[in-house]
Every structure is written in C-alpha cells, then in structure tokens.
C-alpha cells in the first residue's frame, strides 16, 4: 500500500531525501524486498540423514572471477563462494605448462579453466584460502570437487598439499559409529567440520 511504499523510500533515501536508482537498487537487495521465507535462512532439516539425500550450496568453476571463456582465475574467488554459504566448491587442476622445469613441485600444478583464455593461479594458493575460510558461514562439511587433469606425480603432490593444509580437518578414514547402513554415506551432522574431497577413482590394471 501508499504507507509501505512510503517507509522504503524513508528507510533508503539518501541524506537529501531523494530516492535514487542506486537507492532503489540497494532496497531491490534487501532483505525487505525478498521472498524467501526468512524461517529458511536456517538450519531447520533432520541433518541426521545420509549425505547424499541433500540438496547442496554448489559453485562451477569456482576460481572464475567472470567469463568462463576470458576471465580471471583468483583465489578471492573461493573466499566469495564460502562466505555467501557455498558448501562444495570446484578445482579444475592441470600441469602447468613447463612445470617439469619448476624447482619446487609445488609450483607444477594450476588452476584454472583449461583449454581456454582464462588465467591460471596455483594450486598450493588455493588450498590456504579455503581452510581459512571454510567454516566462517557455515558449520556444515565442505566438498571440494576435484576436476582433475594432472599427471599422476603431480596428483601425489595434490594429496600431500592436501594432507599438509588440512590436516585433522580433512575426512581420510571412515566415519566411526555412524548410525547408517554401512553402504550410506555419512550424515552432514557427523560431518560438521570436516572438508570431503569429491573425486573419480583411478583405473587399475585389469
């Protein structure tokens, strides 16, 4: 009604009491302007279920600041991510290009969107700024989603940068004492800060 429009333009006109497109922008935003049912913005599921039964906070091509195509590779980009609440964030890794000749093996892994004009940051950068930023928004496990295009010593440099950054919060072992079938995966309550890596299993020979 005339009364409620008249509040928003008061609660978001600048100093000289116009109402501006950037102040209408800012309103457009606000939480006032949502319809999402505010009730949501919290945990309020059985968290006990098995993983899997989950719709989950994703991000694609997590390091992209822009175009998939041309844009910059960053790792702001996965700070971004965490602290809007995404909970599975994806690590497009790949040889860097002359990496053989890189003194440290560190130094041999890039992320980026291969195969186009992206740029490339290094993996080694990721992997702090994830662990530092984890659990800010959220408790709840975080997956990381390992497209990976690495040689396999490079993908053992992959598991040791892992193990070094993470530590005891990265999921190495089963989950003792889970209430679930054992052919369940574990639930995002046990799974409370704890970093799970998604990932395709190698071949074997025959």
């Not at 509040?7 to 319809?35: M, Q």
């Not at 590779?73 to 790949?94: F, K, M, P, Q």
């Amino acid at each position: 009604d005339f009364a409620m429009c008249e509040r928003v333009v008061e609660r978001y006109a600048g100093p000289d009491g116009r109402f501006t497109v950037n102040n209408f922008v800012e309103f457009l935003h606000s939480n006032e302007n949502s319809i999402f049912n505010p009730y949501h913005d919290t945990v309020y599921q059985d968290m006990n279920q098995p993983l899997a039964h989950y719709f989950c906070n994703s991000s694609h091509n997590s390091y992209l600041m822009g175009s998939q195509i041309t844009g910059e590779s960053s790792v702001e980009a996965y700070v971004r991510c965490l602290l809007d609440g995404c909970r599975c964030v994806e690590i497009d890794t790949w040889n860097a290009k002359n990496g053989s000749n890189e003194p440290d093996p560190d130094d041999r892994i890039d992320v980026w969107h291969g195969n186009t004009m992206t740029s490339k940051i290094k993996f080694k950068d990721v992997l702090p700024s994830i662990m530092e930023h984890a659990f800010h928004a959220s408790e709840w496990p975080v997956v990381l989603s390992i497209e990976n295009h690495c040689n396999i010593e490079n993908q053992k440099t992959m598991a040791k940068l892992f193990q070094q950054c993470f530590g005891g919060y990265l999921l190495c072992e089963p989950v003792p004492s889970r209430p679930e079938p054992q052919n369940a995966y574990p639930s995002p309550r046990l799974m409370r800060g704890r970093i799970i890596i998604k990932y395709k299993k190698l071949k074997t020979d025959g």
